[in-house]
């Protein structure tokens, strides 16, 4: 995972201990992680954010926003974004 030093990464998931694994898993790998346990919580993380994050790993299955509508607003604030 040495690809992932200096890699800013945005983690959206509603299962709590799924979040905190990633993020120490990633932020072990170097990375700077932005975790968010709720998918509005991402969607206004991207809305404030000026640059966009080199990688966003989403839940699909979210109660109230899942994850194709963060899908949705991250090509609306990055539109050249791949997800």
Do not use: W
């Not at 932005?34 to 640059?51: F, H, M, N």
């Not at 994850?67 to 997800?83: D, Y």
């Amino acid at each position: 995972m040495r690809g992932l030093r200096n890699k800013s990464i945005l983690v959206i998931d509603d299962d709590v201990s799924l979040l905190r694994a990633l993020n120490k898993v990633l932020g072990c790998a170097g990375a700077t992680v932005t975790a968010a346990d709720r998918g509005g919580e991402g969607i206004e993380i991207l809305s404030k954010r000026e640059k966009r994050f080199d990688l966003i790993i989403t839940d699909l299955q979210m109660p109230y926003v899942n994850g194709l509508t963060v899908v949705s607003a991250v090509h609306e604030f990055f539109p050249t974004q791949p997800v």
